[in-house]
């Protein structure tokens, strides 16, 4: 009893000096550490939430034992305000994709039996977890099957509030805005998901100013939501590397109709139709315009050199890597394809880029974002991503954009004056994306 005492004090004050049994604890967390990230993120792991090493999630390694709870964070929180132990600094200067216990910070937390302790567990120090989310995914096979045999959400019923008004068809702008005040489906911070911003750069410096993820949570109950579902399923149907020509098989080709024909039952895609009906700019009748949406997005074009190897879905949401010259991110514009390749650890996020015109700061409640990260380890210097919209919000907006706007649509967007910026590839969407205006 008197040895596990001063084992478990020894612990908590830092005092292991003894260099072989740290090596010999280092093992026994490796050998306990062999589980996919994938696993975790699709709760498909049956002990602790241990994750395998080689790239740069908010991982951590838990070792409890009478009252005392470690917790290891390869890239720690900037909120961090204490550290019981200090004898693991990070070194945020130099690249890091193997687990080296020289480069973490070690975090102690101790047991508490009090009545307000959470779980009999009291934080010593603030610290901001990564807590991996079971992603619902059991139904995405399914929307592999004929568009005949889906089930989907009830219309949303047509009515004068779907109807663009006078002033709607003559300002872009309003249009946009009517837009974001339809997207019901429109995550709120803090409720349904909470972020960490870190800290701010400019484009062209390379310092890693974000110690932790990006997402800190998500509820996972947004995957059950029909538009987050099918989009998300989609996700993993292309090849990241620009000029790679793409197959895309029949199943495929079903799930693409099935997510056009969930976001058409939706309040942007129906205000977008009659919008566009308007103007003459797509048929009146509703399966037509479903196809042209579903040929806007999906249908295949030449990128990098090669026919048949890009689309504006895969450019915009998904995201290319240029191998032409040094290599880098092009595209990737989307939220949801951020978090769940934020959860697999193929995305560090490096911090936010300032503001051009030294507008408002980001913080966790801000929706539009400017960021820097890397993909697979291949940089993105800038992109703006807006956060916890609806994929239907963002379909109705580019589309709308490509139609009515130019290369330059300076919109709002509720609270944020946004540039739309859209390129055309001939009749085709090349890229669109947001950018903040203040």
């Known amino acids: ?17 003894d260099k072989d049994d740290d090596a010999s604890n280092s093992q026994s967390r490796d050998e306990r550490s ?10 498909d792991q049956d002990n602790d939430d241990l994750v395998r090493l080689g790239s740069r999630p908010t991982n ?21 305000t204490k550290e019981v132990h200090e004898g693991y600094e990070r070194n945020e200067g130099h690249e890091q994709h193997d687990y080296d216990p020289n480069q973490c910070v070690r975090k102690i937390f101790i047991k508490d039996e009090g009545e307000n302790s959470n779980d ?7 610290k901001h977890r990564k807590r991996p989310h079971k992603i619902q995914k059991e139904q995405w096979h399914g929307y592999k099957r004929p568009p005949s045999e889906q089930e989907y959400s009830d219309d949303v019923e047509d009515g004068i509030d779907l109807v663009p008004s006078q002033e709607e068809l003559s300002d872009l702008s309003q249009a946009c805005n009517r837009l974001w005040q339809l997207d019901i489906n429109r995550l709120v911070p803090g409720k349904d998901y909470q972020i960490d ?33 099918r989009f998300c399923s989609l996700l993993d149907n292309y090849n990241p590397n620009e000029g790679c020509k793409e197959v895309i098989t029949s199943e495929e080709r079903q799930e693409q109709a099935a997510f056009i024909e969930e976001i058409s039952r939706t309040a942007p895609i129906k205000y977008l139709h009659k919008y566009l009906a308007s103007r003459a700019i797509v048929s009146d009748n509703y399966q037509d315009f479903k196809r042209t949406l579903t040929s806007l997005w999906f249908d295949l074009y030449g990128r990098g050199g090669t026919s048949g190897s890009s689309s504006a879905f895969e450019h915009v949401f998904v995201g290319e890597i240029k191998k032409r010259g040094e290599q880098e991110v092009s595209g990737f514009h989307n939220w949801l394809q951020f978090y769940l390749e934020e959860a697999k650890g193929t995305v560090d996020y ?23 990260f890397e993909w697979n380890g291949i940089l993105k210097s800038v992109s703006s991503i807006l956060v916890g919209v609806s994929p239907e919000f963002e379909v109705a907006l580019y589309t709308l954009c490509f139609y009515m706007g130019g290369e330059d649509n300076h919109v709002e967007l509720g609270p944020y004056p946004v540039n739309i910026k859209c390129y055309r590839l001939r009749d085709c969407i090349g890229s669109v994306f947001p950018i903040a205006e203040c």
């Open 1 to 17: 009893m008197d040895g596990l005492i001063k084992g478990l004090m020894d612990v908590a004050l830092g005092g292991h000096d």
């Open 34 to 43: 062999r589980s996919s990230w994938a696993q975790v993120v699709s709760g």
């Open 60 to 80: 951590r390694w838990e070792n409890q034992s009478d009252g005392i709870q470690e917790e290891w964070n390869l890239k720690p929180s900037r909120r961090s």
């Open 120 to 126: 009999g567990w009291e934080t010593v120090g603030k």
């Open 197 to 229: 911003c870190g800290d701010g750069k400019k484009v062209y410096e390379k310092e890693d100013m974000a110690q932790g993820s990006l997402f800190s949570w998500l509820n996972e109950e947004i995957f059950r939501k029909p538009t987050f579902s």
């Open 350 to 372: 490096q911090g936010y880029i300032f503001p051009r015109r030294h507008g408002q700061t980001p913080d966790s409640e801000t929706q539009l974002l400017t960021v820097q």
